[in-house]
Structures are given as structure tokens and as C-alpha cells.
């Protein structure tokens, strides 16, 4: 079985979707799940110590090109997550795009259309306007 299109996970999603029927649940539930997201990655860093925060002023130059802002800005990441973490945190991620999906459905907007137009904006704005 390959991997399922957004439309494929959108239907799934709806047709498991009895207990958040509501919107107002289900913005909760979305609000919820992409908290939980960020407290895992906390959680990598503070409860595991897999990875490391090390956040600094970012300085960059006006009129850098794409390669040159590439090396000058920094992630403030150290170290890489252990297998326990990405488990954890893609689990979370999972959990959002499923109530993200949901909300998507109830407002009748399609997830593979929200992807290709800001794949778009993507492509056509450059980096530094993403913002
Ligand atoms: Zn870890």
C-alpha cells in the first residue's frame, strides 16, 4: 500500500469523525494538538536532553542571497533527536494534521488545494518574505 493523497487521509478522517462533529470541538481540539506538539519538542529538550536550545540574536545582512542567509542563520538547534522523541513528536504531528483535516472537512476546503497554493506562494515569494 503506498502512501495515502491528503484526500485519501481527509475521507478516513471524516468518516471517523463522530465524536468531534461540532467545529467548536473541533477547534479546541486543533488549538490542543498543536500545543502538544510544542511540549514535545520541550520535552526533547528539557525531560531527554536529546537535543539542545541554544538561542541567540539572529543577525543577517540585507541583501544576502539565498546560500549566503543559508549559512549565517541559525537554528539554535544542537544534536539530533533520539528515536524516543521523533516517535513522540510525530506522533503529536500526526494527531494535529488529524483534527487539522477535520477542520478542513467540516469547512468543506480541500487539504491537497491548501497544500499546492502555498506550494506556490512558496515558489514565488523567496525566502525573506515568508514571514
Ligand atoms: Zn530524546
Not at 74 to 79: F, I, L
Amino acid at each position: 500500500m503506498g502512501t495515502p493523497s491528503l484526500q485519501d487521509f481527509q475521507d478516513q478522517v471524516s468518516e471517523l469523525l463522530l465524536r468531534h462533529r461540532s467545529l467548536l470541538d473541533v477547534l479546541s481540539k486543533n488549538g490542543q494538538s498543536s500545543a502538544s506538539v510544542n511540549r514535545s519538542v520541550a520535552k526533547a529538550i528539557t525531560d531527554c536532553g536529546c537535543i539542545e536550545l541554544h538561542a541567540t540574536k539572529q543577525t543577517f545582512a540585507p541583501g544576502l542571497n539565498l546560500e549566503e542567509a543559508k549559512e549565517t542563520v541559525r537554528t539554535h538547534v544542537q544534536g539530533e533527536l533520539c528515536e524516543n522523541c521523533r516517535e513522540v513528536i510525530s506522533t503529536e504531528l500526526g494527531r494535529n494534521l488529524f483534527y487539522m483535516s477535520a477542520l478542513c472537512n467540516l469547512l468543506d476546503i480541500n487539504m491537497d488545494e491548501v497544500v499546492q497554493k502555498e506550494s506556490q506562494k512558496c515558489s514565488t515569494l523567496g525566502l525573506f518574505n515568508m514571514s
